[in-house]
């Protein structure tokens, strides 16, 4: 069983022919709005990935409440843990680029409601060798409560540092398992940019230090990952990316239903890559994750 303790947004979404620079005004092509939220987009990966997932999140008392939640509903995530707030459903604004690169602005609303005590009540009900996955759209003092919960209940705990704030790289070490990508290892290791043979000095000091398992995800050059003491590498696919936006939310999803559901750690890996590819091939968060048969079909 996976419990994703996380957001739920309505993307709002315009393509653009290049991203504007700071102050810029460019011409947009396209509007469309989808279901979204890092939460909402890794419980969606993880049940299509064919695991069982419970979503716990708030949406808000509007129209987009509704919207927000809809594909969950259909792939039958358990939804018993989205409660309902007074404040609007978040949003988010992205754009994308003609070269399939975004720039996202998030706005919380409802999922800036989500209290230490949904956490504790939703670890409550987990059992050892559970997965608790989370990640930095709602409060960290939620998820700050969530990891302590889940470590003493012995559930393993997968955190997705994103996006980067303040206590990231602290609430990143009460995990089990860290998921980063190229800039959040960064802000892990220290603030600086690191070239790939810099890379992996850091996630071997990183993981000496308390034996956490480290993923960072590298976009077209695909995974690094070490686990006890063992260095890792997985590859995607080769494509042609038409929309970025949620690849990184599949490749967590799958990757966790993969090794809950009892695939060997480089395999995993590979199929959670592989499953962030194809994300980048449809426009939208969760319009583009796509449907176990279709990833295991790609591998």
Do not use: W
Not at 98 to 106: L, P, Q
Not at 109 to 135: F, H, I, P, W
């Amino acid at each position: 069983m996976i419990t994703v303790l996380g957001s739920i947004n309505m993307d709002l979404v315009a393509t653009v022919s290049r991203l504007p620079k700071p102050g810029e005004t460019v011409t947009g092509h396209t509007f469309t709005t989808a279901a979204g939220g890092k939460g909402a987009n890794q419980a969606l990966a993880a049940q299509r990935a064919g695991a069982q997932v419970r979503m716990v999140g708030a949406v808000g008392d509007d129209p987009f409440a509704a919207q927000a939640t809809a594909m969950m509903h259909v792939a039958a995530v358990d939804m018993r843990g989205v409660k309902n707030s007074p404040s609007p459903t978040g949003t988010a604004v992205i754009l994308v680029g003609g070269d399939g690169e975004n720039m996202i602005a998030v706005v919380p609303g409802a999922n800036g409601t989500v209290s230490s005590e949904d956490a504790r009540a939703c670890v409550s009900t987990m059992k050892k060798g559970d997965y608790l996955l989370v990640q930095l759209e709602t409060p960290e003092e939620a998820v700050d409560t969530a990891l302590d919960a889940a470590r003493a209940r012995g559930v393993i705990t997968v955190i997705n540092i994103a996006p980067l704030t303040a206590r990231a790289a602290e609430l990143g070490r009460k995990a089990d398992i860290v998921i980063a990508n190229e800039t959040e290892f960064e802000l892990l290791a220290g603030g600086k940019s690191l070239n790939a043979d810099e890379r992996i000095a850091a996630l071997k000091r990183l993981h000496a230090e308390n034996g956490q398992t480290i993923i960072v995800t590298l976009g077209a050059e695909g995974v690094v990952a070490i686990r006890e003491g063992q260095l890792h590498r997985a590859q995607g696919l080769k494509i042609e990316p038409v929309d970025t936006v949620g690849a990184g939310d599949t490749f967590c999803g799958y990757f966790a239903a993969s090794l809950e559901g009892g695939l060997p750690f480089d395999k995993a890996l590979r199929r959670a890559a592989v499953a962030g590819s194809l994300a980048c091939t449809k426009a939208g968060a969760q319009p583009s994750i796509p449907l176990a048969a279709d990833v295991d079909a790609a591998i």
